[in-house]
């Protein structure tokens, strides 16, 4: 792998590793750099004339309200998660916890019957109440002997038959989920401002945590949704700053793969690295508006890893889509020149999801 894309992979684990550590108070610190940001552009359109900066305002105003608002606005009116029991470790559950828990899956698949985005049979999903309601009544009165094999049971119904019943809106979801990264990593690889990438990302990451809320016909809470407005924070910012890291990554391609490759290196680099992000965003939000099992440590943990592999595995068609349209289709940078470049930032996404991921908050 060559060096400068090890480094520049390095620098953005750095980034969201510091990024995670200011927590919550991210969500702040993107209001106040936008609030820069828009305070620098509107002085230079009133150093021009006081009128046209009140009018890039009521613009840029009009356009947060619009583009930004209004997916938050669709996002709140989902109604929240059902939220599943907290339960003790496994080892300590008794039947009356499997009871309760069961109550509570009971209750998600019914839930599916009233979403409008849901197209499965609803035969099925009376077969699988009726399920879950027979194992209930044999959980609730279970001696310690019998725990471990309703847990088993318990795990192969939600596995198999709940996992099943979601395939249809796993699938509107998926599509979804690369649907924006893509349109976010070509949009910011065209722009040549870091502002724009800034507010593209805001933009397209809200109404896509949005969208697949609305898949699902269920948020997280409040903890959950704070959650998601960090991640979304942290990818605003990172989209801000990125132009500078990936024309620095650009030059030190340049002299790996040629000058045509060192000058469009960069702004390939802003786009694709912003489409993961996004792609990642999209993947962590379905875990979390999906999660129909109880939700404790361990729970939190496998969802984080499973939303980060499943990302993964769609890195490299969304990075070598990207690269197609913005590199083949709008630059027409050589196709040999695409390819080498693609192969290197799957293999550096790839290595930067390794490790122990943050621990996804519970989905209510």
Request: hydrophobic share 45%.
């Amino acid at each position: 792998m060559a060096a400068p894309l090890q480094d520049f992979a390095r620098v953005m684990r750095t980034l969201f590793r510091f990024a995670r550590y200011l927590s919550f108070g991210l969500i702040g610190l993107m209001v106040v750099f936008l609030a820069f940001r828009v305070a620098e552009v509107y002085g230079f359109f009133a150093d021009i004339n006081p009128w046209l900066g009140v009018a890039f305002l009521v613009v840029f105003v009009a356009l947060l309200v619009w583009l930004v608002g209004r997916p938050v606005y669709s996002f709140l009116k989902v109604p929240a998660a059902m939220k599943p029991p907290l339960l003790p470790p496994v080892a300590e559950r008794t039947g009356k916890d499997l009871a309760r828990h069961l109550e509570f899956v009971e209750r998600y698949l019914g839930a599916l019957l009233t979403n409008p985005e849901w197209e499965g049979n609803p035969a099925e999903v009376e077969a699988a109440m009726e399920r879950c309601h027979s194992l209930r009544d044999t959980s609730r009165h279970a001696g310690r002997e019998l725990v471990a094999g309703l847990s088993d049971d318990i795990r192969k119904l939600e596995n198999e038959t709940v996992g099943r019943l979601l395939e249809p809106l796993d699938r509107k979801a998926r599509a979804v989920i690369r649907q924006e990264a893509v349109g976010v990593g070509i949009a910011t690889a065209v722009s040549w401002n870091g502002t724009i990438d800034a507010f593209i990302v805001l933009w397209r990451n809200c109404n896509l945590v949005s969208r697949v809320a609305r898949i699902y016909y269920g948020r997280p809470g409040a903890r959950g949704t704070l959650s998601i407005l960090r991640d979304v924070s942290a990818a605003t910012l990172a989209g801000a700053y990125l132009q500078d890291l990936s024309e620095a990554a650009g030059g030190a391609l340049g002299g790996l793969f040629g000058k045509t490759l060192g000058a469009l290196g960069g702004p390939l680099l802003d786009g694709t690295v912003n489409g993961v992000v996004t792609l990642r965003i999209g993947y962590t939000a379905k875990a979390r508006c999906r999660a129909f099992s109880a939700w404790n440590d361990v729970g939190r943990a496998e969802a984080a890893r499973g939303a980060i592999k499943e990302a993964g595995a769609f890195s490299k068609d969304v990075v070598a889509e990207i690269l197609r349209t913005v590199g083949g289709g709008l630059w027409k940078v050589p196709s040999k020149a695409i390819g080498k470049l693609g192969d290197a930032i799957s293999g550096v996404f790839k290595k930067s999801g390794d490790g122990d991921p943050e621990p996804a908050p519970s989905g209510a």
